[in-house]
């Protein structure tokens, strides 16, 4: 096992299951595990430290180039999205006002998602596919009004996002982006999640993305303006948090459309969000087919 376990979802002959990325390829634990259907179900009973100590006496099934890789949680019940969490990102909008005092949220639908691999889908409504590289928070211990002091020990376990907008259409109305925010296949979750061990894990992770290896967002967990202890214990005044459900932080300074003339994705890009600790979540782009 590689320092850190790494446990997937993926499609290998036909057959999505889960399991642990080694340096060796994918340890199959689906299995192993009957009554764990999915990583959510893992979640909901604590099960990661199972399927570490199982994955340590398995040699690898699968060859990791065997697998499409699909969203770590391929049903959440909530898939909530962080807007506006870094302060260049709040200078962008130039508008002079200082930091909001609340974090502004919307929600995503899982089938606007795909795995690491698998092509982001610009479709024929709009060519402003833009790309927005994220960390991910699993929710593995569910509440009501969590205190911010207690907020951590709810976390499962870490990804990345690519949070990918088409941004035309997250003006379509006065003050809705959930249109922009939801064309199937336009972002993308993975590869792996990692289990949450301790506040060290969180507290200043560098988060990049690149755009045909030219780093386009560069920035710090640190410097985020609402934390993730903050993140969880708002989010949960106002609804339950359950297991699996996922929370997508916020993006850096740096997207497409902060270019002049904005830079929007295109058939062929490769599409790369890495933060330290997790891994690298790649993909590339293509145009919808008919």
Not at 61 to 69: F, L, N
Request: negative net charge; aromatic residues 8%.
């Amino acid at each position: 096992m590689t320092e850190r376990p790494r446990f997937a979802t993926y499609t290998h002959a036909g057959r999505t299951s889960y399991g642990a990325v080694t340096d060796q390829g994918i340890v199959d634990l689906a299995p192993l595990f009957p009554q764990w259907p999915t990583l959510r179900e893992v979640i909901a009973d604590n099960g990661f430290s199972r399927l570490a100590e199982a994955a340590s006496k398995r040699a690898a099934d699968i060859a990791e180039a065997g697998v499409s890789y699909q969203i770590p949680i391929s049903t959440p019940e909530k898939l909530i999205c962080v807007g506006v969490n870094f302060p260049d990102r709040n200078e962008e909008y130039k508008d002079g006002q200082a930091a909001p005092g609340n974090p502004s949220l919307f929600i995503r639908f899982p089938r606007s998602f795909v795995g690491h691999g698998t092509a982001l889908v610009r479709p024929p409504e709009s060519p402003q596919l833009d790309y927005e590289g994220e960390i991910v928070i699993v929710i593995g211990k569910g509440g009501r009004r969590i205190f911010e002091g207690d907020a951590l020990d709810h976390i499962a376990a870490l990804s990345l996002c690519n949070e990918g907008t088409i941004r035309d259409w997250v003006r379509h109305a006065k003050f809705n982006v959930t249109q922009g925010k939801n064309f199937d296949a336009t972002g993308a979750i993975g590869p792996w999640l990692v289990p949450y061990t301790d506040e060290s894990q969180l507290a200043d992770i560098r988060l990049t993305t690149r755009v045909n290896g030219e780093l386009r967002q560069d920035d710090r967990t640190s410097r985020m303006i609402f934390s993730f202890r903050k993140l969880i214990s708002y989010i949960s005044t106002f609804t339950t948090l359950v297991p699996g459900d996922v929370i997508v932080t916020g993006t850096p300074t740096g997207a497409g459309a902060r270019f002049d003339p904005p830079r929007w994705l295109v058939p062929g890009d490769i599409v790369e969000v890495e933060a330290e600790g997790i891994g690298t979540l790649r993909n590339t782009i293509m145009d919808e087919q008919p």
